[in-house]
C-alpha cells in the first residue's frame, strides 16, 4: 500500500482536453472567467477579483492600501512574506504575546490548516480601530459566516483546498481597482487573469465545494475517532476541528517530527513537515508538526493503515 500526502481534485479529463493550454499563459476573456467570478460570488457573497496567484492577490492589496506596517503570523506560508517583499515591505511577525497593532497598519489572519484562530469579534473590533485586516482563506473558512473581514484572498493552487492550476482571488470591494494587462506593477508581479486551464479546473472543483467539505470533515473526525485513545507523550493531536471548521490538513505534534516522517516513509506513506523558515527566531514549537495524508481520494482502508503505523510506532 502507498498513501500519498494529498492529491489534487484536478480531473485527467479536464488535463486531457486541454493539453494545449497546460503551460501557456493564455489571456481568458470568455465564459469560465465569467463563470468563475459568479460561482465564487454565489458561494462567498462578496465582490471578487480573480488573478493568477495567491501572492500576486495579496501583492495587490497592499499596493492598494499602502500600510504603515505589515503583520504577518509568526508561522506562515512563505508566500506572505514575499508578497509583503516585492511591495518593498518587512513584514512584523506576530504571535500572541507581541501583537502591537496600529492605525493604519495591516494585519494578516490566516486559518492555518482550516482552524479558525480570531474570533469575528476580534476582527471588527480591530477593523473599527483603523486596522486593515486581511483575511488568508487559502487553507479554509469559516463555514457559517464565509467570509469575515472586510478585504480576503486565497490562493487556488495546485494543493489547495480547492485546487486549479494555479490562481487566486482578491475578496471585497478593493476587488473593484484590479485591472487587467501585461503592464508590470514591479519586475516579478503582472496583473494577469489565469488561463483557460487554471480556469476550468478552478470552476470544476468550486462546484464541488460541498462535497469537498462533507468528504474532508468527515476523514478529520475519522482520524480524531480512530487515535483518540493514543497514550503516549512523543504523539499528541495538534488540534481537533469545530463543526464550523473546514480542515485542510490533519496534523500531529510529535518529539521527533522528522523521525516519525521517516518512520512513515518506511512504510509507504507519504507526510509533510510543514515548516515555513522566514523567521530564523521562528517558535521551536512548529519544527514538530506533522501532517498526515489527508485528501479527498483517500479510503477507510488507507486511514486505518496509518493509524495502524501510528500506533505500532
Not at 30 to 57: C, D, P, R
Not at 231 to 258: A, M
Request: hydrophobic share 35%; with cysteine; aromatic share 14%.
Amino acid at each position: 500500500m502507498n498513501i500519498k500526502h494529498n492529491i489534487p481534485l484536478i480531473t485527467e479529463n479536464c488535463i486531457n482536453k486541454n493539453k494545449n493550454l497546460l503551460y501557456k499563459n493564455e489571456i481568458t476573456n470568455g465564459i469560465y472567467y465569467n463563470l468563475v467570478n459568479k460561482k465564487l460570488k454565489e458561494i462567498f457573497n462578496i465582490e471578487n477579483s480573480v488573478v493568477s496567484s495567491g501572492t500576486e492577490a495579496l501583492f495587490l492589496i497592499i499596493k492598494i492600501l499602502r500600510p504603515k506596517r505589515i503583520w504577518i503570523p509568526e508561522y506562515s506560508c512563505i508566500s506572505l512574506t514575499r508578497a509583503a517583499n516585492l511591495a518593498n515591505y518587512k513584514p512584523i511577525y506576530y504571535n500572541n504575546t507581541n501583537l502591537n497593532i496600529n492605525k493604519n497598519d495591516l494585519l494578516i489572519i490566516v486559518n492555518t490548516f482550516g482552524k479558525i484562530f480570531f474570533e469575528t469579534n476580534e476582527i471588527k473590533n480591530l477593523e473599527k480601530s483603523g486596522v486593515f485586516v486581511v483575511e488568508d482563506i487559502t487553507h479554509g473558512y469559516s463555514i457559517t459566516e464565509k467570509i469575515r473581514s472586510k478585504i480576503a484572498f486565497s490562493s487556488y493552487g495546485y494543493t489547495k483546498l480547492i485546487s486549479s492550476f494555479g490562481s487566486g482571488v482578491i475578496f471585497g470591494k478593493i476587488a473593484k481597482y484590479i485591472n487587467y494587462g501585461d503592464k508590470p506593477l514591479n519586475k516579478s508581479i503582472y496583473i494577469t487573469k489565469p488561463n483557460n486551464l487554471t480556469l476550468q479546473s478552478l470552476y470544476f472543483n468550486l462546484n464541488r465545494i460541498n462535497e469537498i467539505i462533507k468528504k474532508r470533515k468527515y476523514l478529520a473526525k475519522y482520524y480524531d475517532n480512530e487515535l483518540k485513545n493514543i497514550n503516549r507523550q512523543d504523539i499528541n493531536l495538534l488540534f481537533k476541528f469545530e463543526s464550523y471548521e473546514i480542515p485542510y490538513r490533519y496534523c500531529v505534534y510529535l518529539d521527533n517530527s522528522k523521525k516519525f516522517s521517516e518512520y512513515l516513509k518506511k512504510n509507504k506513506i507519504e507526510s509533510e513537515r510543514p515548516i515555513w523558515i522566514h523567521n530564523k527566531k521562528i517558535n521551536p514549537f512548529f519544527s514538530k508538526i506533522l501532517s498526515l495524508p489527508f485528501h479527498e481520494s483517500l479510503n477507510i482502508n488507507q486511514i486505518n493503515f496509518v493509524v495502524s503505523k501510528i500506533y505500532d510506532y
